[in-house]
C-alpha cells in the first residue's frame, strides 16, 4: 500500500485536493488581469476625443465574420434588481471594462478576498457574473465599491487613469481565450450593460474589453470572448439601444 491509497482511505486526500485547487484558483486569480488602484486624478481629456480614438480602434479590427447562436436574442428589461441602482450620487462613469477571471472558479467573495489580501481596498471590479463554479451560473454579483460609487481598480495602467476612475469594471467568471461565457453569464451580462448604457449614457462604443485600454498589457477578456464583443454583442447592444430611443 503506498500513502496516497492510505490518505485517500481517511478522507484528508479529497479535502487537500480542495484546498489546493482553490489556492491556484486564488493566485491566478490575482495574476490575471486586475491592477492595482491609483490615485485619481481629475484633470482628463474630453470625452469626444476618447471616444473617437476608440471607435477607429474597434473596427480596425476583426473584421471577418462568425457565426453565433442566439445572435438577435431579445433581452428583457424588467425586474432590474435594487441592489444595481446605488442610492449613493452617481460618479460620472464613461467607460464600462469588461473582464474575464481567468480561471474556472470564481465568485465576488473570493475576488474581494484575493484583493484585499494583496493589499487593495476591496474587491477591484464593480460587477462579477458568476458561472455556476463559486456562484449561481449568471448571478450577477454587484460589489461593494459600486454601492459607494467608487472608482474602479481593475484597470490600471493607462493614461490618467482614465479606466480605473470612470469605467465601470465587471468581471465574468471564467476563461475565455477559447470559449465564451455560459448562455446565462451572457443575458445577464446584456441586461446589465443595458441597463447600465442607458442610466449612464455610455454609448456602445464605450463598451470595452480590458485589452482596449490604451497601455493594458494583457489578454483579457480572453480572445474568444473579445472576438464576440467586436463582432456581436457591441452590434447588438447597438441595436438594442436604438429601439429603446425609438419606442
Ligand atoms: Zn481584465
Given at each position: ?6 490518505i ?14 482553490i ?45 453565433y ?6 433581452i ?108 446565462r ?63
Amino acid at each position: 500500500m503506498n500513502d496516497s491509497v492510505s490518505i485517500n482511505r481517511t478522507g484528508l486526500f479529497p479535502r487537500i485536493q480542495l484546498s489546493l485547487w482553490i489556492s491556484f484558483a486564488l493566485s491566478v486569480t490575482v495574476i490575471g488581469c486586475q491592477e492595482k488602484p491609483k490615485i485619481v486624478i481629475s484633470n482628463l481629456p474630453t470625452f469626444s476625443i476618447l471616444q473617437k480614438e476608440n471607435v477607429s480602434r474597434h473596427h480596425s479590427r476583426y473584421t471577418h465574420p462568425i457565426r453565433y447562436q442566439n445572435h438577435h436574442e431579445h433581452i428583457s428589461m424588467g425586474d432590474i434588481p435594487p441592489s444595481w441602482i446605488p442610492a449613493s450620487p452617481p460618479r460620472p462613469w464613461r467607460w464600462i471594462v469588461i473582464h474575464h477571471s481567468a480561471t474556472e472558479f470564481g465568485s465576488a467573495r473570493l475576488f474581494d478576498r484575493a484583493h484585499r489580501a494583496r493589499g487593495w481596498d476591496e474587491m477591484g471590479y464593480h460587477f462579477v457574473i458568476d458561472n455556476g463554479h463559486g456562484g449561481r451560473d449568471g448571478k450577477v454579483e454587484v460589489g461593494s465599491r459600486w454601492v459607494k460609487q467608487k472608482w474602479g481598480a481593475h484597470c490600471g495602467g493607462t493614461p490618467n487613469n482614465e479606466y480605473n476612475n470612470y469605467g465601470i469594471g465587471i468581471c465574468l467568471v471564467g476563461n475565455f481565450s477559447k470559449k465564451l461565457p455560459s448562455a446565462r453569464q451572457l443575458r445577464s451580462l446584456k441586461k446589465l450593460l443595458i441597463f447600465l448604457m442607458q442610466r449612464y449614457h455610455i454609448p456602445p462604443s464605450n463598451v470595452i474589453g480590458h485589452r482596449d485600454a490604451p497601455g493594458a498589457r494583457t489578454a483579457c477578456p480572453g480572445n474568444a470572448f473579445y472576438r464576440y464583443l467586436n463582432n456581436v454583442l457591441r452590434p447588438e447592444l447597438s441595436r438594442q439601444i436604438l429601439l429603446v430611443k425609438n419606442r
